[in-house]
């Protein structure tokens, strides 16, 4: 079955680090561009980070300096490191899959059921 | 930065009925580059458009698209019990890519 499921979330105080993890399958993880996407509560959908098929990142300017995204094709899997967290970082994090390579413009063909991370002291 | 007003917030309506959803961006979209998805409590969110046309890949036909410029409609041409959902469209062909806010559409 064609799948990505995140984990990793959970709460974590203010200034501090978690790591979220995608696992893919039922495709060839190492063909795509694999990204970020977030959710807020009450807020709209907002983009985080983007990775190509060989690991050359990019970040929204919200989380730039601050959110680390990799890659590890040999494990299908898709990371997210999260440091000095703040309580706007809470959110629904999902993994997405875009069907064509292009770190500016991009669409998703392909989304995790997402993992939730709460910012808070 | 483009920013997409979605509206109605929320459409009321009963299986059987066609649902109209409209997408307006700030800046005209380049390439038309619009996607809609749809997303259901629990769920992964999955993508029905793109292109602002062109149907994904499994989606039924009663889900269409149009639109361009700054203009974008999704039409359900008639719900079905399993469409009552949450709605959002995104730009892609200018950067950052942007999300709308959604719309609910609810059962009546």
């Known amino acids: 079955e064609v799948q990505l499921v995140e984990s990793g979330g959970g709460l974590v105080q203010p200034g501090g680090s978690l790591r979220l993890s995608c696992a893919a399958s039922g495709f060839t993880f190492s063909a795509y561009d694999m990204h970020w996407v977030r959710q807020g509560t009450g807020k709209g959908l907002e983009w985080v980070s983007g990775v190509n098929s060989v690991g050359d990142p990019y970040y929204s300017d919200s989380v730039k300096g601050r959110f680390t995204i990799s890659r590890q094709n040999a494990k299908n899997s898709l990371y997210l490191q999260m440091n000095s967290l703040r309580a706007g970082d809470t959110a629904l994090y999902y993994c997405?899959?875009?069907?064509?390579?292009?770190?500016?413009?991009?669409?998703?063909?392909?989304w995790g059921r997402g993992t939730l991370v709460t910012v808070s002291s | 930065e483009i920013v997409l007003t979605q509206s109605p917030g929320t459409l009321s309506l009963s299986p059987g009925e066609r649902a109209t959803l409209s997408c307006r961006a700030s800046?005209?979209?380049?390439?038309?580059?619009l996607a809609w998805y749809q997303r259901k409590p629990g769920q992964a969110p999955r993508l029905l458009i793109y292109d602002s046309f062109r149907r994904a890949t499994g989606i039924p036909d009663r889900f269409s698209g149009s639109g361009s410029g700054t203009d974008f409609t999704l039409t359900i041409s008639r719900l079905e019990p399993e469409d009552f959902a949450v709605y959002y469209c995104q730009q892609y062909g200018n950067s950052p890519a942007a999300f709308g806010q959604g719309t609910t559409v609810e059962i009546k």
């Open positions: 800046q005209t979209v380049r390439n038309s580059y």
């Open positions: 997405a899959r875009a069907p064509e390579p292009d770190p500016d413009y991009f669409h998703f063909d392909l």
